[in-house]
């Protein structure tokens, strides 16, 4: 789904007379790498080598190389990524809408952090980007200690409440009208997300931090489970009442380093797994946005959107003032980027190979076929393939992944990449042409995989025994040519990897123990490194440091593109205690200030306040930029360059 977000146009095969072209045996989608014989009439898989029949409809004569004289007109023989217009039997059901539902905690912790008028602004303001057009449904379920449910059925002026104070059993106090079309309902909707901030603000009932978080997911299941659709969580404390209700005890540093310290990044209560086994079999993905402030076993809560292809958001000592705009970010983000609803992902290769395991977020329905609920830019999965007892033949190999889909307008599509891989009879040509970025995202994700079943200290020694290994092997290859018995022996395409494993195992998902960070943080950071794209995963292990004491161009811009500081390596032995720099992991920026940070520079960038005697310069705000300051303009202007480019990423 990444071509949509970097601005490329996938070709669209419409559904002809003689419908998708494909392999009888092993199903592989008609491709560029196809061959073709007795003049065009019949073709060769290139997967499994079969020969098929070419439908009448699809006939076309060949020219003197061979290849089909209708190449130019046709872009699945040209192209490595297309997309097919499904017809009829690609069909369990009719087409789903796009359908997202809200289901938002107002408790006394949400509204006193602000979250509920961050999201309800956000909500609004996005109505209008959101996919679908005039097929689009939204639905809303507020909760804390009971179930607030929403008619907002377009006939109405004003949105009616419903409340359900039954916990162990929810029920739907409608049978309809809960879940409306948007552009039907819009003037209800406007009014309901209006009034939310307000509604409980003084009530009673939010005179306590109880959340019945369960019941609420129980209680939108009922609502979406006959449709599916994206259910968006937005939760402040911890769950305290109903099913699913989670412990502080959980939160325990002192299992750490023990066998049962894998316990806790997994959930402790069967229902987080079984809610998620049941929400992907009605696609449905569960999107969680945490602004808590303590401890709300952020692993237990992850389980459900690790299995229904869903993500995760957490704000740690969530204030609106502060830390609203991020929340509004990823909020829009979310809501208005391209999705792909009720997809189901397969993956084939040639003989001689095979599907040895499947990373990321989703159901594995069979050993080659996953489940997603949803699909968009911002998952990435990764597969392991291996060899089988055969070896396989030729000097190419071949890997199709296709994905079974509805887009938001209503059409059922097929997206269908395929590559082809050289075949190395030498294990030193294999490392030469490895991706050392690609391999460390695998890593990462291995890790990620592994710290759920493993202590954090096994985890760590296993990704670095991998690397360890594999430069060893590279080393027996060659060593014999470096004099230098202690050299590191690498290729060129890995001479960056140690760093990245480095970095990894110094990331947040994966280092220290329970004395140096959250749980919940760690929970959250994990999560975001399983669906990171490469690009992602290698920020996190190994982040851009911008030296903001250079005296360069920096911060103007030119031909359209503001230009940045120079980076230097994240490494301590490389930062000055007089310097002042600014660390971009693609998630958060960091001001990183020397403890002799000159005076002068730090007047500019945070005011003269910076310079008062006892003042932290730590607790100052970089924003807004300080009146007659070049350089705090300067700062700023490159801030917002780089969150910028994050949030297009």
């Known amino acids: 789904m990444a071509d949509e977000a970097l601005g490329r146009a996938v070709p669209v095969i419409p559904l002809g007379s003689q419908g998708i072209v494909r392999c009888r045996r092993c199903r592989t989608y008609m491709n560029p790498f196809c061959t073709w014989v007795d003049g065009g009439r019949r073709f060769k898989c290139n997967v499994c080598?079969?020969?098929?029949?070419?439908?009448?409809?699809?006939?076309?004569?060949l020219d003197a190389a061979g290849l089909r004289r209708d190449v130019a007109e046709r872009p699945e023989l040209s192209c490595g990524t297309v997309e097919w217009v499904a017809p009829q039997e690609y069909m369990v059901r009719p087409p789903m809408p796009p359908v997202y539902f809200f289901a938002i905690d107002v408790s006394a912790a949400a509204h006193a952090c602000g979250m509920v008028s961050v999201v309800a602004d956000t909500i609004r303001a996005c109505l209008d980007q959101l996919p679908g057009d005039e097929r689009t449904q939204v639905g809303f379920l507020t909760y804390d200690s009971s179930l607030h449910f929403y008619n907002l059925k377009a006939s109405l002026a004003a949105p009616q409440m419903l409340v359900v104070g039954e916990l162990e059993e929810p029920f739907l106090p409608l049978p309809d009208e809960l879940l409306v079309n948007l552009r039907d309902s819009r003037p209800v909707v406007e009014a309901l997300l209006d009034a939310l901030p307000s509604t409980y603000s003084n009530s009673s009932s939010s005179s306590s931090n109880d959340s019945a978080m369960g019941p609420a997911l129980q209680a939108a299941f009922l609502v979406m489970g006959h449709v599916g659709g994206k259910l968006l969580l937005f939760q402040a404390a911890l769950p305290t009442l109903g099913v699913g209700r989670l412990k502080p005890s959980?939160?325990?540093?002192n299992l750490y380093n023990t066998e049962r310290e894998p316990s806790m990044?997994?959930?402790?209560?069967?229902?987080?797994?079984?809610?998620?086994?049941?929400?992907s079999s009605r696609q449905i993905t569960l999107d969680v946005f945490l602004a808590a402030h303590g401890f709300a076993d952020l692993a237990s809560l992850a389980s459900i959107p690790r299995y229904t292809c869903g993500q995760v958001y957490y704000y740690p000592g969530f204030h609106g003032a502060r830390d609203g705009r991020k929340l509004s970010a990823e909020l829009t983000r979310n809501l208005t980027r391209p999705t792909a609803w009720e997809a189901v992902m397969r993956i084939r290769c040639s003989r001689g190979l095979k599907i040895g395991s499947f990373h990321g977020h989703f159901f594995n329905r069979s050993t080659d076929l996953l489940a997603l609920p949803t699909c968009d830019?911002?998952?990435?999965?990764?597969?392991?393939?291996?060899?089988?007892?055969?070896?396989?033949?030729?000097?190419?190999a071949y890997v199709q992944c296709a994905l079974l889909h509805t887009n938001s307008s209503g059409e059922r599509r097929i997206r269908v990449h395929t590559m082809v891989l050289p075949v190395l009879s030498e294990l030193s040509e294999l490392y030469r042409a490895s991706d050392g970025a690609a391999t460390a995202c695998l890593?990462?994700?291995?890790?990620?995989?592994k710290s759920l079943m493993a202590r954090l200290e096994d985890t760590r020694q296993a990704l670095t025994l991998k690397?360890?290994?594999?430069?060893?092997?590279?080393?027996?290859?060659?060593?014999a040519a470096v004099r230098n018995p202690g050299a590191l022996v690498y290729p060129s395409s890995l001479r960056y990897l140690p760093a990245y494993v480095l970095g990894l195992v110094k990331s947040a998902p994966l280092r220290g123990s329970g004395h140096e960070l959250a749980a919940d943080e760690r929970a959250a950071a994990a999560h975001?490194?399983?669906?990171?794209?490469?690009?992602?995963?290698?920020?996190?292990?190994?982040?851009?440091?911008y030296d903001l004491a250079d005296v360069g161009s920096w911060g103007s811009e030119e031909q359209g593109k503001v230009v940045l500081p120079p980076t230097v390596p994240a490494s301590l032995s490389y930062l000055s205690s007089s310097g002042a720099y600014l660390l971009d992991n693609g998630q958060l920026l960091v001001l990183w200030l020397g403890r002799d940070a000159e005076p002068g520079w730090l007047v500019q960038v945070l005011g003269p306040e910076a310079a008062a005697p006892g003042v932290d310069p730590c607790t100052l705000p970089l924003e807004p930029p300080r009146n007659n300051s070049p350089l705090s303009q300067r700062v700023i202007h490159k801030d917002t360059a780089v969150r910028e480019d994050s949030e297009d990423v």
């Open 467 to 479: 690397l360890s290994a594999a430069l060893r092997e590279y080393r027996l290859l060659h060593g």
């Open 265 to 279: 990044r997994n959930p402790e209560d069967p229902f987080f797994k079984r809610y998620a086994g049941e929400a």
């Open 250 to 253: 959980r939160d325990n540093t």
């Open 377 to 396: 830019p911002d998952k990435s999965f990764a597969v392991q393939i291996g060899h089988e007892e055969t070896m396989v033949n030729g000097p190419v």
């Open 528 to 545: 975001m490194l399983m669906a990171a794209p490469v690009e992602e995963a290698l920020a996190i292990a190994y982040p851009d440091v």
């Open 49 to 61: 080598a079969m020969l098929n029949e070419v439908p009448v409809e699809y006939f076309s004569t």
């Open 443 to 449: 890593l990462a994700k291995l890790g990620v995989e």
